[in-house]
């Protein structure tokens, strides 16, 4: 049995649709699943074994988009059409999505339930949509319900999936035995914190751990960001630079005795890792993105707190702002997460 999973989307998203890669494997032993992701997903995916191929669709971000994407998103149509699937998910809920998904010569195509109606054309080529309302839930929860409506699959649902063996090794961090990873980039704007919190909470945790790890993405504001905090702090502080791969993250995360950052795909990461989690949340809505599976704490605007009613909750959440977030409350999240570790 083959099956494809197309889900093009952020770094993130690839990720958190692992549990149900593994959840499928678990139940179809003999299955051979591949994935469709965005360019730049495939790192994040380097440690789910279940994955038997990827294909790539154009980059995560306009800026990574190239002049060829056209001509090689041809030639991951003529791929697809060469390959006999026996299922096709569509769970990305979008027109490129299920776009491949009809162009497949797949025997069975489902989509995950759109949340703008379908056209004609595309009723007539999907086999079926799902049903499960995935509006107020985990967006794994997503993924595995809307599979596991035409695809059986045993529950629980499984974690993230990073397994350590597929880990790469970061020598500029080999010899570090007690620290924290800090993340203080996120190309969204909307995630960012500023920097006199990062340094607050840096300073704090360098009262606790030997080291601290500040990691950042490949981009210029993030960099620097990163470079300004480890001029401040000194030698003690080891600067990733934004040249971590995602194994070489994931080897990382799976050391670290905590993880701090925005709602990122190193976040999702850090809970494939098992590393315990204090995450930072600003609009976006934490129903949706928590740390699966993982030891936690969220971070949001001081003095928020969130209400019974879905509609009012969210309406209330996309108010916040990262920067009505207080070091001292990330702190103490910290000290409250890392004192439940030692009693358990």
């Known amino acids: 049995m083959r099956i494809l999973l197309i889900k093009p989307k952020q770094i993130g998203d690839s990720l958190i649709l692992t549990p149900t890669i593994t959840a499928i494997k678990k139940a179809y032993p003999e299955a ?37 994407d056209f001509w090689r998103q041809v030639k991951v149509l003529l791929r697809l059409w060469s390959v006999k699937f026996d299922y ?26 759109t949340s703008s109606p379908l056209k004609e054309i595309e009723r007539r080529r999907f086999t079926a949509v799902s049903t499960f309302d995935w509006e107020t839930c985990h967006r794994v929860e997503k993924d595995f319900y ?17 397994e350590q063996k597929f880990a790469q090794r970061w ?20 995630n960012r914190w500023h920097r006199e919190g990062w340094m607050k909470v840096c ?8 080291n601290v790890v500040i990691s950042c993405g490949p981009v210029a504001h993030e960099m620097e960001e990163a470079a300004w905090l480890q001029q401040d702090l000194g030698l003690r502080a080891i ?11 994931a080897w990382l995360l799976g050391r670290a005795k905590l993880y701090i950052g925005p709602n990122t795909a190193a976040m999702h990461l ?46 209330r959440v996309k108010k916040r702002t990262m920067n009505e977030i207080e070091a001292v409350d990330v702190v103490a999240a910290c000290e409250e997460l890392l004192s439940e570790g030692r009693m358990s």
Request: charged fraction near 20%; include cysteine.
């Open 88 to 113: 096709v998910f569509e769970l990305g809920d979008g027109h490129r999505a299920r776009l491949f998904s009809m162009l497949s010569r797949a025997k069975r195509r489902y989509s995950v339930k």
């Open 270 to 315: 850090a809970a494939a890792c098992r590393c315990p989690v204090v995450a930072l949340f600003g609009p976006s809505i934490e129903d949706h993105w928590y740390p699966w599976q993982a030891p936690y704490r969220i971070v949001t605007s001081h003095g928020y707190v969130p209400v019974e009613d879905p509609v009012e909750r969210y309406a």
């Open 203 to 210: 300073r704090a945790m360098l009262k606790r751990f030997q």
């Open 32 to 68: 051979e699943i591949w994935v469709m992701v965005r360019r730049g997903c495939e790192g994040i995916l380097a440690g789910c074994p279940s994955i038997a191929q990827i294909l790539t669709l154009a980059g995560v971000e306009k800026s990574d988009r190239r002049p060829g």
């Open 171 to 190: 020598e500029e961090g080999s010899t570090l035995t007690d620290f924290c990873v800090v993340q203080v980039g996120s190309r969204q704007g909307f």
């Open 146 to 162: 809307s599979v596991s409506e035409f695809l059986p699959l045993r529950q629980p649902i499984p974690s993230l999936c990073f």
């Open 239 to 249: 600067n990733t630079q934004g040249r971590t791969t995602w194994p070489e993250m």
